[in-house]
């Protein structure tokens, strides 16, 4: 079945959408770099956005969080279409966009970046309470509280920025490239908390990413996209079988071709 037969027949996947975007368009100056996407994603899911350098992935999650705003299409959250919504309005609805490169505040400290992501609360008792929880998930940064965040390692950034992020306590969280320049050790730990956050807090996570395995690995479904479009969609599983993902999005296509090679020539000795 092609992507797009597959998109406009429903597929069966579990709870109802948190999120719906439809037909999005977004612009830099006269360029579309988002040319029409539909996507969906459902409660208590993991949802990742695959594609190559320039695909358009970080665009699409800038325009969700209000960013960048949309020349056409919906993007339905809780009742209402949010296109357009100003950046702290979408917060504040419970929407978080941890940004592609983390943007830690590098002057302040642990402590005080995670403060910060808890801005648009008021109850502080719970905003305490998820400190706590963040530390709990994080044991590094509760080891650093006081340090600069400027002065901590890549990996550390990196959970500190999921962990602002949850400070503003979203029911659907956008991550940019979490794997972005950490070695393959670090990226396993940050997305095996990025599962347990998922399914232990119950924050239901976009993710955006080119280390297609492992955001394969975590995520309940998929979309592929190129040039601004989603060309694919489908579970996790059948997209990491899938021969078109295998060959283009994991590298494996070299592997399989000496494969054949060494097949056809068994054959011919025999
Ligand atoms: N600030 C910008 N001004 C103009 N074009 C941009 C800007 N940011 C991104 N683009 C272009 O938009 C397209 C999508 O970029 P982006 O969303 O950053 O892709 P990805 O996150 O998938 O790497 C690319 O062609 C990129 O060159
Ligand atoms: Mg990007």
């Known amino acids: 079945m092609t992507a797009a037969a597959r998109m406009s027949e429903p597929m069966p996947r579990g709870g109802e959408a948190v999120l719906t975007v439809k037909n999005l368009e977004s612009y830099y100056g006269p360029i579309m770099a988002i040319r029409g996407v539909s996507l969906e994603v459902r409660q208590g899911q993991i949802v990742t956005v695959l594609g190559a350098n320039g695909a ?76 706590e929880m963040v530390y709990s998930y994080f044991p590094i940064l509760a080891e650093r509280r006081r340090q600069a965040a400027g002065t901590m390692s890549g990996g550390q950034q990196q959970m500190l920025a999921i962990g602002r992020g949850l400070m503003a306590k979203p029911k659907l969280m956008l991550l940019d490239e979490p794997s972005l320049g950490l070695s393959p050790l670090l990226v396993k730990e940050i997305f095996a908390i990025i599962r347990r956050l998922n399914r232990e807090q119950g924050v239901t996570m976009m993710l955006v990413e080119q280390n297609a395995r492992v955001a394969l690995e975590v995520a309940d479904y998929g979309y592929v996209m190129e040039l601004g479009r989603i060309v694919m969609d489908d579970t996790a599983p059948r997209l990491l079988m899938s021969k078109d993902v295998q060959e283009f999005y994991l590298g494996v296509q070299e592997q399989t071709q000496r494969g054949q090679k060494r097949w056809k020539q068994k054959k011919t000795w025999r």
Do not use: C
């Open 56 to 131: 358009g992935k970080t665009t699409l999650l800038k325009t969700i969080s209000g960013v960048m705003n949309p020349q056409k299409g919906q993007i339905l959250y809780a009742g209402g279409d949010i296109a357009g919504w100003e950046p702290d309005r979408v917060v504040r609805a419970g929407i978080v966009h941890v940004p592609e490169g983390r943007e830690v505040f590098p002057l302040l400290t642990v402590e005080e970046n995670l403060r910060m992501g808890a801005f648009v609360r008021s109850d502080r008792e719970g905003v305490r309470r998820d400190e």
